[in-house]
Nanobody
């Protein structure tokens, strides 16, 4: 059974930092393209960043580039998102997702972790 469990969310002041983690189990982590998405109530889920099985990152130019860093630790089967210079508009539920190699859609999703940035 595949599980993606996010942690590290919370309340932070604008300009602060948080590091999100996503612990993966039940899958061969190195076979999966991993990503972070976020969602605000009433809006569609939004892509934040992704990382290939070889470690190549891709960032949303609108939300993440220059402030967020995605990384993965294959020894720990864990995905990370380091978020710096947080803004109130970064407030959302952040989701971890896994996609098997060249699949088009993401196969697995975590339950989400709330990030709230106060002004």
């Amino acid at each position: 059974q595949v599980q993606l469990v996010e942690s590290g969310g919370g309340l932070v002041q604008a300009g602060g930092s948080l590091r999100l983690s996503c612990a993966a189990s039940g899958l061969t982590f190195s076979d999966y393209y991993m990503a972070w998405f976020r969602q605000v109530p009433g809006k569609e889920r939004e892509f934040v960043a992704s990382i290939s099985w070889s470690g190549g990152p891709l960032y949303s130019p609108d939300s993440a580039k220059g402030r967020f860093t995605i990384s993965r630790d294959s020894a720990k089967n864990t995905l990370y998102l380091q978020m710096n210079s947080l803004k109130p508009e970064d407030t959302a539920v952040y989701y971890c997702a896994a996609r098997y190699r060249y699949n088009v859609r993401y196969d697995y999703w975590g339950q989400g972790t709330q990030v709230t940035v106060s002004s």
